[in-house]
């Protein structure tokens, strides 16, 4: 049982949008940036959005990310087929001490 | 551009000691500006952060996982590595080392991992 919550699995046809939720607490989420990672199939993770919504060097504007109280969510638009891959999000846990990680969001872009 | 590679045995006997080393090239684990962390994921599984490690040699560990877990850095190799006691089938995993860029405002804590290792699966089996 994960310290974040996300959904298992998400799909969307290509060129559509798809959101993918994270709630946590306000421990985590709440009080703290959340970051998302992008695992493509039989690959490590690779950082995809930090501080809640900024994008790293090189990563595509089509990934955005949000924040309210104590859930984020992670926006695809413009969706391609590779982009079928795991997301997790990430946070800092006060009461834990460390960093907790969502469950993981297959997405299946249909 | 930093880089990151896992090295150690990829079998591992139940009751004994996983031991992992990351080389880092392409940028110092000496620098002041980051920390440096095990993340491990289980077959079909998410992920888990392990602990993490400062120049220094502070650290900071998983409660889950403390009482098994030492993480050391050895600044003269640029490497940092990580020793799990104990392990039995539940610790069979892949494991990764990353960079971690903390960053504190006030009350607000921030890390991320960037970049990440390619990842090595450790099984635990006899």
């Known amino acids: 049982q994960s310290v974040l919550t996300q959904p298992p699995s998400v799909s969307e046809a290509p060129r559509q949008r798809v959101t993918i939720s994270c709630s946590g607490s306000?421990?985590?989420?709440?009080?703290?940036?959340v970051n998302w990672y992008q695992q493509l199939p039989g690959k490590a993770p690779k950082l995809l959005i930090y501080?809640?919504?900024l994008l790293p060097s090189g990563v595509s504007d089509r990934f955005s990310g949000s924040k309210s109280g104590t859930s984020a969510s992670l926006a695809i638009s413009g969706l391609q087929s590779e982009d079928e891959a795991d997301y997790y999000c990430?946070?800092?846990?006060?009461?834990?001490?460390?960093?907790?990680f969502g469950g993981g969001t297959k997405l299946t872009v249909l | 551009q930093v880089q990151l590679q896992e090295s150690g045995p990829g079998l591992v006997k139940p009751s004994e000691t996983l031991s992992l080393t990351c080389t880092v090239s392409?940028?110092?684990?000496?620098?002041?500006?980051?920390?440096w962390s095990w993340i491990r994921q289980p077959p079909g599984k998410g992920l888990e952060w392990i602990g993490y490690?400062?120049?220094?040699?502070?650290?900071n560990y998983n409660p889950s996982l403390k009482s098994r877990v030492t993480i050391s850095v050895d600044t003269s190799k640029n490497q940092f590595s990580l020793k799990l006691s104990s392990v039995t089938a539940a610790d069979t995993a892949v494991y990764y080392c990353?960079?971690?860029?903390?960053?504190?405002?006030?009350?607000?804590?921030?890390?991320?991992?960037?970049?990440w290792g390619q990842g090595t699966l450790v099984t635990v089996s006899s």
């Open positions: 501080y809640d919504d």
């Open positions: 392409g940028g110092s684990v000496s620098s002041g500006s980051y920390y």
């Open positions: 990353a960079r971690d860029i903390t960053m504190v405002q006030g009350v607000i804590i921030n890390n991320w991992f960037d970049p």
């Open positions: 490690i400062y120049y220094s040699g502070s650290t």
């Open positions: 306000s421990s985590n989420i709440g009080n703290n940036a």
């Open positions: 990430a946070a800092w846990d006060d009461r834990l001490n460390g960093v907790v």
